[in-house]
């Protein structure tokens, strides 16, 4: 057994990201530093350092005399982070698919059950489960600045993820896709397994451009 030790500052990280990702902290209102201390039973100190790792990640921004605030998604941020996507992911996939080993494919069949499980038993961890899911068909190709930069945009993408799963159907659609995409993966055809996760991230970028159109016309 091994045990996974967290600081006071990661913890403190993982739970205000939750909140992030689940949408339970507005865009529009500060972040009530002194009430999330209070909450935790903490200092700022470990507060401060969890806030700053969540602007790097990109869920939070950080205004002068005003605090942080949750980062609002926008249509530019979906086109600007899934256009990014499109051009490196399907070709890392591809390649991954021609050099996995029994224990990257059961890796990858792994992270699909539990990304599988959690649309049904915790939406909160779907975008994360998502990435991991996507990361395991990529890790193979060993390119570490390849896999960090396309982790990072995953990163971004979490809550676009949980925005694009809101209407019904799509979690079904989303995982018939995926299927898919790891049997082509599995058996080593890189062309046909690029070009389903080209077709996958594309589909998946028109639907939040529909759906960010709507709410603009609302």
Same mark, same amino acid.
């Given at each position: ?47 401060? @350092? ?28 979906? @086109?600007?982070?899934?256009?990014? %996507? ?22 990858? %069949? ?76 599995? @058996? ?20 939040? %451009? ?9």
């Amino acid at each position: 057994m091994s045990l996974v030790v967290q600081t006071l500052s990661e913890q403190i990280f993982s739970l205000i990201r939750e909140r992030i990702i689940s949408g339970k902290i507005p865009a529009d209102v500060a972040i009530r530093q002194d009430a999330l201390a209070a909450e935790f039973g903490v200092s700022k100190i470990p507060l401060r @350092e969890a806030l700053a790792r969540l602007e790097q990640d990109g869920l939070l921004v950080s205004q002068a005399n005003r605090g942080f605030f949750v980062r609002p998604l926008s249509a530019d941020e979906a @086109e600007e982070v899934y256009a990014l %996507r499109l051009k490196l992911e399907p070709e890392a996939v591809g390649m991954a698919s021609k050099v996995a080993t029994d224990a990257d494919r059961k890796t990858a %069949r792994d992270a699909l059950a539990a990304l599988d499980a959690a649309s049904v038993h915790d939406k909160a961890e779907v975008g994360k489960l998502n990435r991991a899911f996507h990361m395991s068909l990529i890790r193979p190709i060993k390119r570490p600045v390849t896999l960090q930069i396309i982790e990072r945009l995953h990163i971004i993408c979490e809550r676009y993820v949980g925005k694009h799963l809101e209407p019904a159907g799509r979690d079904d659609r989303a995982h018939h896709e995926h299927l898919a995409m790891l049997n082509l993966w599995s @058996e080593g055809k890189d062309k046909e397994a690029a070009a389903m996760m080209h077709d996958h991230i594309s589909s998946t970028l028109a639907d939040l %451009r529909r759906q960010f159109e709507a709410e603009k016309a609302a």
